[in-house]
């Protein structure tokens, strides 16, 4: 069974671990639930942590008069909670910007911890929201300690494309945190070996920098290669794969096994993955055939590539947005 490096994952508190909402609530997510044995979850609450209550009155973002600056304040009475909020936020990301974090998972909407579609208002009281949405104060804080973190919301997370990109860099990120610690030519050059064609599906271009980093033919301190490395890993892991990259990818693959093949199985392989860029069929299905042939012919070089298990296969959920895919 194949060993992960566990992430640390800053996880808003009222998900699956307190009943901290403003309603006295928690919330129930079964992906979050399957996440708990494979992650360290840093839970954290904002709002109670600057000394709100649960149950509380309900927060919102208003738009501070001629700025662009957004206020807490409470919905009925104005009563502005932003400059606790800000100053928790700070004090919080500085105490763990020494913790290894490799991601966020935070709560969708809210004007504390949403990072997108965040309602905007004009003024406390009854009012409309603007057309305008935001992000929330604390949410908007992370990147200035965190600047290439990986952060999502619970809601964003119910699609599959979205799921398995974020678990893909959560873990990816987490294993190259070795190579930071060994700091060592070797274990860089294992990392890069192991994850080629995981990152040729996120983009070739920065696989090739990467590339020429690790052939170190400058003969550069190992400390500024790994500095370097890091940065157009982020870069990569960043870009979504697309079926145009997988493919280009899968076809790498293939050629491994082509000349052991036959003709049927060669054709049949390549109309699976014509069904595949028509979206008739999941990626994970000719990943699977190529992975088939791994073990078949015993390619003890692709045997370890992490493309084919970048992240614990119990993490797989084939639900999209409440449908299965």
Known sequence: ?????????????????????????????????????????????????????????????????????LNLVFSKDG???????????????????????????????????GIKDVKVYKCHGKSPSLSNKGMGLFASKIHEYFPDITIEDEGRLTNFNIRQHFLTKIFT??????????????????????????????SPGYLKKMGKLTANTDSRDISDIIKDYKVYLNKALSIPS??????????????????HLSFSEKAFFLETLEKYNDKKIPFCVPLTMINSWVMRFENEYLHDQTIFEPFPSELIQTRDSGKTI
Do not use: W
């Open 79 to 113: 009563n502005d909670l932003t400059e606790k909020m800000n100053s928790f936020s700070h004090s919080f990301l500085k105490d763990i910007s020494d913790k290894d974090i490799d991601g966020f998972i935070l709560k969708s909407r809210s004007p504390s911890c």
């Open 242 to 259: 697309k079926p145009n990259r997988n493919i280009n990818m899968l076809l790498h693959l293939f050629g491994y096994f082509s000349k």
């Open 1 to 69: 069974m194949k060993e992960f490096t566990t992430p640390n994952i800053v996880l808003s508190k009222c998900i699956e671990h307190d009943n901290c909402r403003y309603d006295g609530s928690k919330i129930n997510n079964n992906f979050i639930k399957s996440l708990q044995s494979h992650v360290n979850f840093l839970p954290v609450c904002p709002e109670t942590s600057i000394g709100l209550s649960t149950p509380r009155d309900t927060l919102r973002l208003v738009l501070k008069d001629d700025t662009e600056n």
């Open 173 to 202: 990120k987490a294993d190259f945190k070795n190579v930071e610690n060994d700091k060592s030519i070797k274990s860089l050059i294992d990392f890069q070996s192991k994850n080629k064609y995981l990152l040729m599906a996120h």
